[in-house]
């Protein structure tokens, strides 16, 4: 005998790109939840070789009376990597704990990955996709 559980769920997806000056510009709203305070920072590591440690972090607030699931991916794009057409350098994926944002808070959330140094050098823009249950401008 089995247990089965349906779950219905309305997901949303945003998807856009910016170029690497612009990415700390952006504010992305809906729901109640409001997503800001973008950082990308890079930093060396004495023990990650040739690797750079690319860190990005975000504000994300939810103002809705119920929790709100939220994920967001990064991907740096760029030309350098040769071919006619622009190549994925790195991506990230990061979210808050538990995967969402209770109802009246604020989050700071921060990830990384060790990225080689000239592939994050060639980065011209960062795609972001979020994935929530309810829509984002």
Do not use: C, H
Not at 63 to 90: E, L, Q, T, V, Y
Not at 108 to 129: A, G, P, R
């Amino acid at each position: 005998m089995g247990i089965l559980i349906l779950l219905n769920m309305n997901l949303y997806a945003y998807q856009n790109s910016y170029s690497v000056k612009e990415f700390e510009d952006i504010v992305l709203k809906g729901g109640g939840l409001k997503v800001n305070n973008f950082m990308i920072s890079e930093k060396r590591d004495m023990f990650s070789g040739k690797l750079i440690s690319l860190e990005i972090s975000y504000s994300i607030r939810n103002k809705s009376s119920k929790s709100r699931n939220f994920s967001i991916s990064f991907i740096g794009m760029g030309w350098a990597w040769g071919g006619d057409s622009p190549g994925i350098g790195w991506a990230m994926s990061s979210k808050p704990m538990m995967g969402m944002v209770g109802a009246g808070k604020a989050e700071s959330v921060n990830t990384s990955i060790f990225v080689d140094e000239k592939v994050l050098k060639s980065t011209e823009w960062i795609q972001v996709i979020v994935t929530t249950d309810g829509p984002l401008k």
